[in-house]
């Protein structure tokens, strides 16, 4: 018994020796303690005599006090299992190298095995920041006489003042250290402010034991809601910081769609409200900070999650469609699990069947994929049930989740598709599935019912482009804060939109602005100048013209519209989200911003587009542009869209108020609008899905970029295919040109007919010459003008034929009827100044063909020697009207106009001197006749109107009065093409059938008398002035 307690002895000395050698002691007038703290390891049966065994090796000053019984182990066939002791818990360390040993009870393999220790110890990070020269010589070398007494006095200094707490361990430059105790946050700071003090320097200390980090239930399984919760032991009055460190970073947890914070004084947690995917999983530390003057003091605590996961399967079978062939009584068929490559879970993984003729061999995993090989009968089952095979996977906490697929066997008597390149046997009316290489999804390819294959629909998303989807479903989960993962996100995707060829398909389109829809439904908000610069720089190369066909679906020539409008709804959401204070322009979208005072106008400018807003009420409007996106969303019924689409919002505290604001939008026409082309003003509505003309109004021909909104959205121009067109207006052309066709036929035949009865004056010569001209003229053009009424019928040839007939013979018809006025204005103003038929002939004949002939032939020249869509419309076989004062119409109206005023000045002047005329009385028979013959012309000249084409001065109201006008235009139409229509019938009636001579000499010839006498010379003077 001596030689065991002198061995003892022996064996205590040599260990406090030791310790002694490395054990700092630290003094100070504060209650300043020199503490050797022991860990000694016994058997149990010697601790009631340690006291006594280490005393003699005790000075007389020290005691030893304390000693306490911490951990109890015993060997077990795996080492060594140990367990604390009440108040006693094992250390971070060990607690983070094994979930299992946060329990009570551990295994170790090494020996000897950790101690537990107590739970108030503390462990103690820090560093040092000092400055003054006096402590340059500690940036010397280690080896260094300078170094070690710059160290020697640092270490002394910090001695003094941490030996007044009840600690124990080592200084070094970063210096660590534990608290054996309970030590409390104004023992702490009051200590950390006077070492600050004494060495002029600043300190960061992170301390670990003074909070706890439990986790519940201590093993997590897939279908529990776990709570992880950091307790204190007193109040920090700072808030707690929630981390997760994963292989891929460490991530701030916050309150998401996965994930609760909640805070309370004395403690804190985290709350995971779903099924828990692998994401969860990691180690996770919660953090108070306190700033104490300029030293930061951090409190953390740290644990790790491990999460019994279950997959997500994909099952199939190999082959897909296993075939059976005539005389074949089996068919070999395998089952596939792929769960990926990524899952690191151990699995128990159990196969079963039905309509199986054998039981499952299960192999694997080999590349996440398990497998389960089978033998399938080849007799078609006759209750019509497909054999099937179905993998079930079981988690470590008994958890299960399975996969059924079903075995599309291709039986002898089936139809089917045969294998083509990578495509398998497929059974007739049913679809194969292949995964896409080096991308995410699906290629498919239907074999139709008649064993014929379809086209190939491939749904393959770029990797990049998938990633960044997948991280834009989980920016709200509550691992890292939403904002910055947002921008994240852009920062991806702006980095993959660059790549045109990246994207240049309808699935990667899709998948991009899923992108945009998911985080423009986030609650996120986009403040970063960088992160705004990606959404934008992004959302712009979705627009780039190189990716059009990429906004087409795969089987369709037209735009898919529901992709279109899910752009233009999530980047209207981003913007608002966005924080733009001024202009932003990138290649396809443009963004201004303003500042609305209350009742003040706004005006944004995108893309030479600009939007005026009145509203009564503040707030801060932002417009975007969007080039191309027209093209993509559809358009309504025979029109196109003719603008770039501008968005406007405005941001307001009061949103019932944004229905009372006035917007004016200033568009530029991409395409110059037609003449009588209808014009809508469209906002998109994002309930139907299509334009709506509810709220806005275009602001006519005068004005026809120009539209006025009542309520904000997305705006655009669209534009009518076709002209607008007057009901019925063809038709009555039609019956009037026909009836004026006869009645001028008529007339000719009249004028021939009476000619020698009628015709005994110079005056009655001229006019009736002027006359025939007239009706010649008009006769010809109008039978062009029939001949030509369906130019899609006629070669090119005969319209451009028909259009310089047309030309000529309506121009020479109103020089001749400039013929006749000019020489009813001689005759009025000089009566009695005559001069000779055959001048006068002559001058008519000049002015009346060569005149029209000189302007025609510049004409056809000028105009690229009459090319079709240059000098005539093929359209309409008739001369071609571009806009005011351009065209080659303007050959024909202007000529025309000139000759219009001329007339009318002719008649106003006749009119105006027969009313002047003064009449007497007592005079004799003279002036009776006299006072006859102007009441006979100013009947004449009123009659006579047509012959003047006085009522060709409606033909110029209605080329300046557009038809989308409205009433006033289709009126004025109605009334152009009535009178001048039927222009050779009013011909008929005022210069045939109106004219008293010929009346008379008609109705002589009819009734076979003699030709009507002229000696009465009333009449003469009404034959003289009629026209």
């Known amino acids: 018994m001596q030689t065991k307690e002198n061995r003892n002895r022996m064996w205590a ?93 551990c295994t170790f393999t090494n020996i000897p095995a950790p101690m537990c220790v107590s739970n108030n110890t503390v462990a103690v990070n820090g560093s040092i920041v000092l400055t003054g020269v ?25 001695k003094t003042v941490f030996s007044t707490l009840r600690w124990i361990g080592s200084i070094i430059a970063e210096f660590e250290m534990t608290i054996a105790d309970i030590v409390t946050q104004e023992d702490l700071i009051k200590t950390l402010r006077s070492l600050s003090g004494n060495l002029n320097a600043t300190l960061k200390l992170e301390i670990k034991g003074s909070i706890r980090l439990s986790i519940s239930p201590p093993s997590v399984c897939y279908k529990d809601q776990p709570i992880l919760t950091c307790t204190l032991q007193e109040v920090l009055n700072s808030p707690p910081l929630w981390q997760l460190k994963r292989t891929d970073g460490v991530f701030q947890i916050f309150n998401g769609t996965e994930s609760l914070v909640t805070s309370e004084p004395m403690s804190t947690s985290v709350i995971l409200n779903t099924q828990i995917p692998d994401r969860w999983e990691g180690e996770y530390s919660c953090t108070y900070t306190q700033n104490i003057a300029s030293n930061i ?34 068919v070999n068929v395998r089952g596939n699990c792929d769960i990926g490559t990524n899952s690191q879970e151990n699995y128990t993984v159990k196969w079963t069947g039905n309509g199986l003729f054998t039981d499952i061999t299960a192999s694997g995993p080999s590349g996440g994929v398990y497998t389960g090989a089978a033998i399938v009968s080849c007799t078609k089952p006759e209750n019509g049930n497909k054999p099937q095979l179905t993998c079930t996977f079981n988690n470590k906490c008994g958890e299960t989740k399975n996969a059924t697929t079903d075995v599309n066997i291709i039986y002898a008597t089936d139809k089917f598709c045969a294998a083509d390149g990578d495509w ?93 829809f998911s985080l423009s439904q986030k609650p996120i908000s986009i403040d970063e100048e960088s992160a705004t610069n990606n959404f934008l720089e992004s959302s712009s190369n979705l627009l780039d013209k190189s990716l059009k066909e990429s906004w087409t679906l795969n089987l369709q020539s037209k735009s898919n519209s529901s992709l279109a409008q899910t752009y233009l709804i999530s980047v209207e959401n981003l913007i608002q989200k966005a924080n733009i204070t001024y202009d932003k322009k990138k290649k396809n979208i443009e963004v201004a911003a303003s500042n609305c005072t209350q009742g003040s106008q706004c005006s944004n400018q995108v893309f030479n587009v600009t939007v005026e807003l009145d509203s009564q009420h503040p707030g801060s409007v932002k417009t975007a542009g969007f080039e191309e996106l027209q093209n993509y969303l559809p358009s309504v ?4 869209p003719n603008s770039i689409v501008v968005s406007t919002t405005m941001t307001t505290n009061e949103r019932k108020l944004l229905e009372s604001v006035n917007v004016k939008i200033y568009f530029q026409l991409q395409n110059p609008r037609p003449r009588n082309v209808k014009i809508k003003c469209v906002s998109w509505d994002n309930t139907t899905g299509a334009w709506s003309e509810k709220g806005c109004e275009w602001q006519g021909a005068s004005e026809e970029g120009v539209c006025a909104c009542i309520h904000l959205s997305s705006f655009a121009i669209l534009m009518s295919r076709y002209p607008e067109t007057v009901a019925g207006l063809d038709e009555l052309t039609y019956v009037g040109l026909s009836v004026s066709v006869v009645s001028l036929i008529i007339s000719l035949v009249i004028e021939l007919t009476v000619w020698s009865a009628v015709v005994k004056t110079i005056s009655s010569y001229l006019r009736h010459t002027a006359h025939i001209h007239i009706s010649l003229c008009l006769l010809i053009a109008d039978c062009c003008f029939l001949a030509s009424s369906n130019p899609e019928d006629l070669p090119e040839m005969w319209c451009r034929i028909f259009v310089v007939l047309k030309h000529f013979c309506y121009l020479s018809m109103f020089f001749w009827m400039w013929c006749l006025s000019s020489m009813l204005l001689h005759k009025t103003i000089f009566p009695l100044h005559h001069m000779s038929k055959n001048a006068y002939l002559k001058f008519f004949l000049l002015l009346g063909y060569v005149c029209p002939l000189l302007i025609v032939v510049i004409t056809f020249v000028c105009y690229s020697g009459g090319a079709k869509d240059v000098y005539f419309s093929s359209d309409t076989c008739w001369l071609r009207y571009v806009g005011l004062m351009k065209g080659s119409i303007h050959t024909f109206v202007i000529p025309v106009g000139i000759i219009v005023f001329f007339n009318v000045f002719s008649m106003l002047v006749v009119i ?48 300046l009065i557009d038809l989308t006008a409205g009433t006033v235009a289709f009126a004025v139409n109605y009334i152009f093409t009535l009178l001048n229509a039927f222009q050779g019938f009013f011909i008929l009636l005022t210069t045939c059938l109106g004219d008293k001579l010929i009346r008379d000499a008609l109705l002589k010839c009819l009734r076979k008398n003699d030709p009507a006498s002229t000696t009465d010379s009333s009449t003469k003077l009404d034959s003289t002035w009629k026209q």
């Not at 009123?942 to 003047?948: A, S």
Request: proline share 3%.
């Open 297 to 330: 003091i951090t409190h953390k605590a740290s644990a790790v999650m491990d999460i019994a996961l279950l997959p997500n399967i994909d099952s199939t079978t190999s082959p897909e469609f296993p075939r059976c062939k005539a005389g074949s009584d089996f």
């Open 134 to 158: 006096q402590y340059h010589n500690c940036l010397k070398e280690k080896n260094t006489v300078e170094f070690q007494k710059c160290n020697n006095d640092l270490l002394k200094e910090m």
């Open 13 to 105: 000395f040599i260990i406090l020796y030791i310790l002694g050698l490395n054990v700092c002691q630290a003094s100070g007038e504060d209650n300043s303690t020199q503490m050797y703290y022991v860990k000694l390891t016994i058997e149990e049966s010697a601790i009631p005599n340690i006291t006594q065994i280490l005393n003699p090796f005790v000075a007389n000053n020290n005691q030893i006090n304390n000693l306490t019984k911490t951990t109890i182990c015993r060997n077990v066939l795996a080492g060594k299992e140990c367990s604390c002791m009440p108040s006693f818990r094992w250390s971070n360390e060990v607690c983070q190298s094994s979930q299992k040993c946060c329990d009570q009870y």
């Open 637 to 640: 019924q025979n029109f196109d």
């Open 912 to 959: 105006m001197k027969l009313l002047d005329h003064p009449i007497n009385t007592d005079k004799a028979n003279e002036n009776d006749s006299e006072k006859k013959a102007v009441k006979t012309a100013m009947r004449s000249v009123i009659l006579l109107t047509p012959i003047f084409g006085v009522t060709w001065i409606f033909g110029f109201a209605v080329m």
């Open 424 to 516: 398998g046997d497929t059974k007739a009316d049913y679809t194969a599935y292949l995964k896409c290489s080096s991308a995410a999804g699906q290629r498919q390819r239907k074999c139709s019912a008649q064993g014929t294959w379809e086209t190939e629909i491939a749904a393959c998303v770029n990797l990049d482009v998938n990633l960044a989807l997948q991280k834009a479903y989980i920016v709200d989960v509550g691992l890292g804060s939403p904002n910055k993962n947002a921008a994240d996100v852009f920062s991806l995707l702006g980095n993959i939109t660059n790549n045109s060829q990246a994207i240049n398909t309808y699935s990667n389109m899709n998948a991009s602005i899923q992108v945009l």
